[in-house]
């Protein structure tokens, strides 16, 4: 069964051919990252207008790629939310074309079940029932995936994703757009017990997140460091606000994977290509008998293949939309 999929919810236009939901025949991304890097920023109008230009060539790249005709088609997926509106609307536009002429179902699916999904892709025999940390850009979920469609949503962050953070901090630090790769980097080169960071761990029970207050403390280090004309040691700023986040995100992930007796953890979304993350999930999961499994570092971030995933088993689960799918910019996971 060929699924071709469409993301544009935020700034990588991106159009991908799967087979069977977890082959991969063509997964076509055109990054706007360097557009919007001089603003500091996803500026959502400049990503609608630059969707728009982009898609039908996209598409046409991503067929081509696949070695397959339009005919062979067996499935539109499309990102319905969440995501900026504008964007979201041309990839549902494109997508509803597609299915009109090709008369072809359509399905609209969760970006972040998207995020999830990449690892079908990624690990052939993954199967659920586990554990699932998803941390992107806009989203920070603790997950129990029960089915391929059954998501118990137990923990999310109460204010900034944790994806956010390292952006936020990374702008502070005078660090490009996005954040979280530069970060990741200079993390490796510092000391990451340089700055005592707080790490918020709520209520004792808790599985929800909190990283504003640690945005807050980087941002006040920075200021007395400036007010006491101290030096600045970026790379240690880095090391110490990365392992305040890694430790809670760690700590919680484990703790959840144990009471519900799950053998693995499963890592999603942008920040999963964090080596620090990767690495530190993997030692712990090495003492506690959990295996760790993340996408490669093409699937962590924004790409339609993991769409055409989710698209794939929404719809062997009986799930389809109709032409009258609209965008949900907030659409949660459940
Ligand atoms: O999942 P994603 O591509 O988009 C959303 O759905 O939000 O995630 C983008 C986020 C950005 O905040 C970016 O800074 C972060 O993922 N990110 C990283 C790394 N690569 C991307 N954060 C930490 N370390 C990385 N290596
Ligand atoms: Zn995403």
């Known amino acids: ?31 706007q990252i360097d557009i919007h890097r001089k603003f500091g ?3 959502p109008e400049i990503a609608s207008r630059k969707h728009i230009e982009s898609i039908n060539n996209i598409v046409q790249e991503a067929i081509d790629e696949a070695k397959i005709s339009f005919d062979d088609i067996d499935l539109i997926g499309v990102t319905k939310g969440p995501g900026l509106v504008g964007a979201l609307l041309i990839g549902i536009s ?9 008369n072809k179902p359509i399905i609209g699916v969760n970006h972040i079940e998207g995020h999830v999904c990449a690892n079908y892709i990624e690990h052939k025999d ?5 554990t699932c940390l998803i941390v992107s850009g806009g989203h920070t979920y603790l997950v129990q ?23 936020k901090v990374a702008r502070a630090l005078g660090l490009p757009y996005p954040g979280g790769p530069v970060i990741d980097k200079l993390a490796q080169k510092g000391n990451k017990t ?36 101290e030096e600045i040691i970026v790379e240690d700023v880095a090391a110490s606000f990365q392992q305040a986040v890694l430790d809670v995100l760690v700590d919680k ?27 530190m999930m993997e030692e712990r999961g090495k003492e506690e008998g959990i295996e760790i499994l993340y996408p490669s570092r093409i699937l962590c971030t924004d790409n339609a293949a993991m ?28």
């Open 194 to 229: 340089a700055i005592d960071f707080p790490r918020v761990m709520l209520e004792p029970k808790s599985y929800d997140f909190s990283f504003s207050g640690l945005k807050t403390a980087v941002l006040n280090c920075l200021n007395q460091k400036h007010q006491k004309s």
């Open 94 to 102: 494109t997508a509803k074309a597609l299915a009109y002429g090709l």
């Open 126 to 130: 993954l199967e659920p029932p586990f």
């Open 1 to 31: 069964m060929l699924t071709l999929a469409i993301e544009t919810s935020c700034d990588e236009t991106s159009v991908a051919v799967i087979k069977d939901g977890r082959e991969v025949l063509s997964n076509i991304i055109s990054s």
């Open 253 to 279: 992930s484990f703790r959840l994977a144990k009471e519900r007796k799950s053998q693995k953890i499963v890592i999603a979304g942008g920040v999963a290509a964090n080596q620090g993350l990767r690495t």
């Open 307 to 334: 769409i055409g995933a989710a698209a794939y088993f929404n719809y062997k689960n009986g799930n389809k939309s109709d032409l009258y799918l609209n965008v949900i910019p907030n659409l949660d996971l459940k």
């Open 145 to 167: 995936v029960n089915g391929y469609t059954d998501y118990e949503l137990v923990g999310r962050t109460r204010d900034d994703a944790a994806g956010e953070a390292f952006d």
């Open 41 to 43: 920023g996803v500026v």
